[in-house]
């Protein structure tokens, strides 16, 4: 029997958006009330165009069942581009959807239980699960029932409707994978042995994040019972929603007030915060654990057979992953950008109903979805039948999975074209089979087309994020560089900067850095790891550190003058002259 | 009666003289099967008659009469349908249907005892007299005139990204699709009428569908608002095509890279 799906809508949302945006048509309530209203049930404005509007769809944990992705194929098609897209935070986002037609999406999604609440605005989140939680090789147990019961604990909560900024929780499946340290609540499952017995409980993290100033999630204490998961949240919230500054917009995520009060100071507090929670809590107030459907399997012992088809092989070596339940795989469709057709949602669905023991899919933080659970002996077939629908690209576990925020397809912030440089970028990794290469597999490349981080560039072993250079008057797209970054677990490090790169030779620069590195590099040394060395100080002749390594791509990233080639002058899918134009966010409601 | 035609209901009309049944879809697809007794007029030949003389001559030809009750179907969820019962309507007929699903689901309706036939129907030359319904047609002074005026409202039911690329001046977007239904051909009235409502859009408004250029999926779209109990629609025929050719003013949403998000 599969699980009964989450319900998380509420239908009458939907009707109370219809008044509330007729109220605001007849003037009666202000635009500002508007705004803080529509914010609230996920909906942000395009950009310059007020009429239109981004529709995100909250997936806690990524987990999304076929009929969900055949209503999202047809609010696609009938009121919105024919693509939805994937986005780093496990949304399903629907663009340039008119808003006098939000009523009706909404009541589409609360048909299939989806909501948009709390998608935007000074609220909690969606809040995301490593999508390999469940079938980790490495994870002491499943975080998902949790990471959905936190959901559903915060969804709607009046703790969450008025917060001094956004807030966001991330579950991880292990020590090596997922986010955790980069949220502002960070969580690793963990098993903690005790008289003989084990118990579950999480490493808690508390004050990261990415935007114009990043910061990595400090660890509360080593390890808290899973009893004390909500209570510690609660806590943390609390703190965060008494203490937050609701004045400077620019500067009050949760991670800003817990480093300027310094984070032994701000644990002490949540330590004594969570004291209160638990002596004053209801007893109603409970963590509710909702469980996904498992499996029920039985293992393959299958001989493996030798398929000779060079193109699934390459594949299977870079979008198939083994899970812990013997027998059975993970696999990535990696998306380009995280776009995907109404066509392709539709033939998703049927593939996982057809593929997948546990009949959902996952949405992943690279942009992506996941079907999991699928037999040994059904890969070749899911290959071809996901290939015929263009969702077989292979790269996914590489460094040609590029990731790239919205950027200037749709984002009022945005200031170069993200998202089209990250197709782009991959494109040309896969034409040059650069997946394939052992010591790229473990690097990756995200790109934001501001300083904000929704790309997540500072996570990046080569990100980037975009802005403009004038060049003798004359403005060009441009990328600042960072190299080194990651988030990997309980391991996180930010990218340092490196330098400016015209927006058009950022794909040369990749490859110059590429380059580098394989005529340089020590016998199996990865790239994330070479360039680790190289920001320690440790680099190989001639490109010992950052300094030394810019000398050699400067050549690579210089900008000719607009009369000897105007094309540095138009950023990607441009046909225009470059302006940098942007205009107010409205992520700080 | 409805001008839409239900499976059931057409079981009863199947056979009958003074009924013709006229399958919209390409000649080749007619040639491999489709349902007993019904004509092939391909929405091709209908799009290619560019006046009401042209019109009469191509439906009387396939042997449709002023009196008959015309059922149009296609496979492509009313867009070729949709298009040849507005020219006969167009040209003055009376009795013109819509069947209320596609030929593909159709056949596999359980209604539908009758097998598909490959046999091309023989039929006589119809009479048909021209009596345009001009309340109709948009042309392109009407557009123009209800720019000025406006005094209704221009529906563009092109895809989103060819819409924020360019369209007709005041025009608003609603992509065919947003009135397709699942099995049956339309989206519930209700759900229609609460679509143009939140719009700003009154059930007397004059209405003008537009679309890319062969009056197709602004034709069904015309259906669609017909259904919701919209009176005054018109479909602008010639649709966006021709305004382009004319080289007349467009609005455009500007500094966006729509197209990137595209994954088409």
Known sequence: ?589 | MSFLISPEELKGLIGKDDVKLVDARRREDYLQGHINQAISIPIHDVIRALDAESLRKLFSSKGISQEDTVVVYDDEKGVYAGRVAWSLEYIGHKKVKLLDLSYSDLIKHEYYNNKISKEEEKFKEGKLDINLNESILANLEFVKGLIESRDGFIIDVRERLNYLEAHIPTAQTMPWKVFIGDKKLFKDADRIKRLLFNRGIMQDSNIVTYCGGAGTLSGISFYALRLAGFSKVRLYVRSFLEWKELNLPVEVVKDANYWDLSAY
């Open chain 1, 1 to 589: 029997m599969l699980a009964n799906p989450v319900n998380w809508s509420l239908e009458e949302e939907a009707n109370r958006f219809e008044e509330m945006l007729n109220l605001y048509k007849q003037n009666k309530i202000s635009e500002d009330e508007f705004r803080r209203f529509r914010l609230q049930h996920g909906t942000y404005s395009s950009r310059f165009q007020t009429k239109f509007n981004m529709v995100r769809v909250k997936i806690p944990s990524g987990e999304v069942n076929p009929e969900q992705l055949e209503k999202i194929a047809e609010i696609c098609e009938a009121f919105s581009i024919g693509s939805a897209h994937v986005s780093t935070r496990e949304n399903f986002q629907i663009h340039w959807v008119y808003l006098d037609d939000v009523p009706e999406v909404l009541r589409e999604l609360s048909k299939v239980g989806l909501t948009t609440r709390e998608a935007c605005g000074n609220t909690i989140r969606n809040v995301t699960a490593s999508p390999l939680a469940g079938v980790c090789l490495f994870e002491p147990f499943d975080v998902t029932p949790y990471a959905k019961g936190i959901a559903k604990f915060f969804l709607r909560n009046p703790l969450n409707q008025n917060l001094p900024r956004k807030f966001k929780i991330n579950f991880s499946c292990c020590d090596k994978h997922g986010f955790a340290r980069i949220g502002d609540i960070g969580l690793i499952p963990k098993l903690k042995e005790e008289n003989g017995k084990k118990e579950k409980g999480f490493q808690i993290f508390f004050g990261g994040g990415l935007g114009p100033a990043s910061f990595i999630g400090e660890p509360l204490e080593d390890f808290t019972l899973e009893t004390d998961l909500l209570p510690s949240c609660i806590a943390i919230v609390r703190l965060f929603d008494r203490l937050g500054d609701r004045e400077k917009m620019h500067r009050n995520r949760m991670r800003y007030l817990v480093h300027d009060l310094s984070p032994e100071k701000f644990r002490e507090m949540i330590i004594k915060e969570r004291r209160i929670v638990k002596a004053t809590l209801p007893p109603s107030a409970k963590l509710e654990l909702i469980e996904s459907y498992y499996p029920d399997f039985k293992e393959e012992q299958k001989e493996s057979e030798v398929i000779e088809d060079e193109d699934y092989q390459r594949w299977f070596l870079t979008n198939v992953l083994p899970q812990r339940q013997k027998g059975f795989y993970t696999v990535d469709t990696n998306l380009p950008a995280g776009d995907i057709s109404a066509e392709q949602l539709r033939a998703l669905a049927e593939i996982c109903r057809k593929y997948s023991l546990e009949r959902i899919v996952r949405l992943t933080p690279t942009q992506s979805i996941l079907l999991r659970w699928i037999k040994e002996s059904d890969l070749y077939e899911l290959y071809r039948e996901l290939s015929k629908h263009g969702l077989g690209n292979p790269g996914a576990n590489s460094i040609a999975k590029c990731v790239g925020c919205s950027g200037t397809t749709s984002c009022n912030l945005a200031i170069t074209n993200s998202h089209r440089l990250a197709k782009e970028i991959q494109a040309k990794l896969l034409a040059l089979k650069l997946d394939l290469d052992e010591g790229l597999k473990t690097a990756s490349i995200k790109i934001s087309g501001c300083p904000n981080s929704c790309g997540q560039h500072e996570i990046a072993t080569i990100g980037f994020y975009g802005g403009a250079s004038r060049v003798n008057g004359a403005l060009a797209p441009t990328y600042q560089m960072l190299l080194g970054g990651e988030a990997h677990g309980n391991k996180a490090s930010l990218g340092v900067m490196l330098m400016r790169v015209p927006a058009r030779r950022v794909i040369d620069v990749v490859l110059k850095v590429i380059e580098l590195y394989k005529e340089s590099k020590r016998d199996r040394e990865r790239l994330d790891e070479w360039i680790s060395r190289v920001i320690k100080n440790e680099g190989p002749e001639g490109i010992r550190n950052p300094d030394e390594l810019r000398v050699k791509l400067e050549s690579t990233a210089t900008i000719p003058t607009i009369d000897k080639n105007p094309l540095f002058y138009v950023d990607w899918g441009g046909e225009e002259k470059f302006r940098a134009k942007t205009a107010r966010g409205e992520c700080a409601a």
